[in-house]
């Protein structure tokens, strides 16, 4: 805009005459108010009614409220933890928050193995192979028709049915990972606040090879040509790391399970219950994105393929350079719902037994007898979840959408 | 089964929300106890019970509700509305119950459920009475080697979620120094199949529900080991809301009576013949004479009915849990040295 053009809506002449309000049914600003002020009213009033009526009937039932239960100690005992717990000295709250942790656990997980199997899947449903087009479509036939609760409770009974720890299934070259339906067993290394620093170098190197990308690439806008980022991305992702780690003494202890009275000690576990509710979840969600990127796939003009055929392309790369990008405007938005199915199936856990949110805030809530805040905490946990993803979604959404021509 | 867990809080919440004293049914006239006015007007009592503990509810080959806690209910429904078969059973987890009592879905608990300070206090529920006093015990597979329960240092154990088993063995852990691992499954049978695959090395919860789990295992029972230990009490009671003292006067008191019966020798079968007794104690039990039946707001036979169809409390006990291979223990009368003691009717 230059500076001698004055924007149309400023010259006080073209402006409509501002009109009166008038106290009559047949002014539309009028009717826009009442209906405004009586809609507000009726949605003010009907919270109040239910606010006001459960806090009399609290009272009435004498059942007491609040959310001081959060400071108390928990005393519950809590099977699987990411973060330091003990039941005798922890209070609800950060009992809970192992809740969220377990939850978040599973659902980012299983959100990104989901999206792998079922991409593939979906791929696979559209191959010219006969044998895995069949292959896949009766996967997802057969997995969408099974209710999830059934095959959660399929996977654990499975899972049980392996061999008792004390005869357990030792895959592995010097015995140290262990398969039993105590889960599965595997050497971890003894984590020194060295490794922290190397980790953080590591991080500082990924940033830095992606600076070099991106000035690669404006090096190839401007010449054409385009500078090697591999040697600059290995020296960059490998040398920081091992200087620091090399510097600080090179600490290097790898914690092998053994089995010692019960149980293993030692090692990394991966729970039998956690295993089954990750493999439920993901072996079902993907037969719904496989559909969903199948759709994706053949939403995009068959034109496309021909002219990217036209131009000596292979099929692998007319997949993932030509067809994949543009499926990927339509499976986005669908793909958002089944990313929260997944993340809110995963209440299910109760049934086998893993803690999740909802596990662990329905003993809080038997416990205290605090039904009402329990159920409140469930809720704002979901809704928060499920809103982180829905945002970051709808973002990733509007940036996909940007690149299209 | 989420359904099932969470259904009693979202009742809860959805009366709390919506019905202005909701479980109390409009009745001016009446006995002054809501809660027996609306069974009466129903013509049934609604039970809490969990339908899958052999020995205290579970239903036999018949579908007949068959155990102590059932005939519990059954005795209060003897009582209230002077037949048995008006009395229906709701199935509770450990996770709803106290929710489906809170919101009215049920009159009453009877469902093996401890008595604790924090659940009378925070919950505006109470407790009626005991009827049975347990603790909690382990039970562990033979080939385990386990032979007291400080030999299991770190276990993994199967345990219920929302019970004081869970908080019992939580404090018996830490009391001791020992370290555990906790699997808990809400649904009774998935904990305790995962505790036969081996999952877990010990299956814990009140030592009652243990032998007569072992019991139902037929031969199997032989390699399973219930363990001397007992780490807590655990005090079984008959839960009512708070609020509605004259119902809680009822389910007390039919409780006492069937224990003053055992006391006085009068049980299902015999009742009949001490309508003529001169003892004052069984004349006021049978209401033959005295108005405690009015004072509950109930018949003057209501004790008589309770007895006749129901039994005494030694009857119901020999019928229920003498056959899982219990033995009375502390639970019998506190003449033969036990710990049930019948306050005077009078």
């Known amino acids: ?405 | 089964m989420i359904r099932y867990v969470t259904s009693g809080a979202m009742a809860l919440i959805a009366g709390m929300l919506l019905g202005s004293g909701f479980v109390q049914p409009a009745s001016a006239q009446g006995t002054g106890s809501a809660t027996l006015d609306a069974t009466r007007t129903r013509g049934q009592l609604l039970c809490g019970t969990s339908g899958q503990v052999p020995g205290f509810s579970l239903p036999d080959s018949q579908g007949v509700m068959r155990g102590l806690d059932a005939d519990t209910c059954r005795a209060v429904t003897a009582a209230a509305l002077g037949d048995v078969a008006k009395v229906k059973f709701v199935p509770t987890t450990t996770q709803n119950r106290f929710t489906a009592l809170q919101s009215g879905e049920v009159d009453m608990l009877s469902r093996s459920t401890t008595w604790t300070l924090g659940r009378e206090g925070n919950l505006g529920l109470m407790f009626a009475w005991v009827n049975y006093y347990d603790g909690t015990g382990f039970l562990v597979k033979k080939s385990s080697g386990v032979t007291a329960a400080k030999q299991m240092d770190g276990a993994t154990i199967c345990v219920q979620p929302g019970t004081s088993t869970e908080l019992a063995i939580n404090d018996f852990y830490r009391q001791n120094n020992m370290k555990f691992t906790p699997i808990l499954i809400q649904d009774l049978s998935e904990l305790q199949s995962a505790f036969l695959s081996g999952r877990c090395d010990a299956y814990s919860t009140d030592a009652s529900a243990l032998a007569t789990f072992r019991f139902s295992q037929g031969p199997k029972a032989a390699d399973l080991v219930l363990l001397p230990d007992i780490i807590s009490k655990e005090p079984l009671g008959v839960m009512v809301r708070k609020g509605d003292d004259k119902w809680f006067d009822v389910v007390r008191w039919t409780f006492i009576a069937m224990v003053t019966a055992e006391e006085k020798g009068v049980t299902s079968s015999n009742v009949d013949s001490f309508m003529t007794s001169t003892d004052p104690d069984i004349r006021r039990l049978l209401g033959i004479e005295g108005d405690l039946g009015k004072a509950l707001g109930l018949d003057p036979k209501w004790a008589y009915n309770v007895i006749k169809q129901v039994g005494n409390f030694g009857e119901m006990w020999d019928r229920n849990i003498t056959p899982m291979g219990v033995p009375r223990g502390i639970n019998n009368l506190w003449t033969k040295g036990g710990l049930q003691y019948a306050p005077p009717m009078r």
Request: charged share 15%; no cysteine; aromatic share 10%.
């Open chain 1, 1 to 405: 805009m230059s500076d001698n053009t004055a924007d149309p809506r400023l010259i006080g002449a073209r402006v409509a005459p501002k009109r009166s309000l008038r106290f009559s049914w047949s002014d539309p600003l009028f009717r826009s108010i009442v209906w405004q002020i009586v809609i507000v009213g009726v949605v003010v009033s009907i919270a109040w009614y239910l606010i006001h009526n459960t806090n009399e009937n609290l009272t009435a039932r004498r059942i007491a409220t609040g959310f001081g239960f959060l400071d108390r100690v928990a005393g519950i005992p809590i099977g699987e933890s990411m973060i330091d717990y003990n039941p005798a000295e922890h209070s609800y709250g950060r009992a809970l928050l192992i809740g969220v942790l377990n939850t978040l656990k599973v659902a980012v997980i299983g959100v990104v193995l989901a999206t792998i199997l079922g991409t593939l899947i979906g791929i696979g449903r559209l191959s010219k192979n006969w044998l895995v087009a069949q292959l896949t479509a009766f996967y997802v036939e057969t997995i969408r028709d099974i209710p999830l609760l059934l095959q959660l409770l399929f996977w654990y009974t499975v899972l049980q049915g392996l061999p008792t720890a004390r005869q357990a299934w030792d895959r592995n070259v010097n015995g140290s990972v262990f398969l039993s339906n105590r889960g599965i067993k595997v050497p971890l290394l003894v984590w020194e606040p060295v490794h922290g620093w190397a980790l953080l170098a590591f991080t500082a190197g990924l940033f830095g090879t992606w600076l070099w990308s991106r000035r690669s690439r404006r090096i190839q806008a401007e010449t054409g040509a385009r500078p090697a980022t591999w040697p600059v991305a290995l020296g960059l992702l490998i040398v920081p790391p091992v200087v620091v780690w090399l510097a600080l003494g090179a600490p290097f202890q790898i914690d092998y399970p053994a089995l010692r009275g019960f149980n293993f000690q030692g090692g990394g576990t991966v729970s039998p219950e956690y295993f089954a509710l990750l493999l439920g979840l993901v072996i079902y969600t993907a037969g719904y994105i496989a559909e969903i990127v199948r759709s994706g796939i053949q939403a995009v003009p068959n034109g496309q393929w021909e002219a990217a055929r036209a131009l000596g392309l292979r099929h692998g790369a007319i997949l993932r350079q030509v067809v994949l990008p543009q499926a990927l405007r339509v499976v986005i938005p669908p793909m958002t719902s089944q990313y929260l199915n997944l993340t809110k199936n995963s209440s299910l856990a109760v049934a086998i037994g893993y803690q999740d949110i909802v596990s662990i805030a329905n003993t809080t809530l038997n416990q205290t007898g605090q039904a009402i805040e329990g159920i409140a905490v469930i809720m704002a946990v979901y809704l928060t979840i499920s809103l982180s993803i829905s945002l970051f979604m709808n973002w990733y959404n509007a940036h996909i959408a940007l690149v299209e021509r």
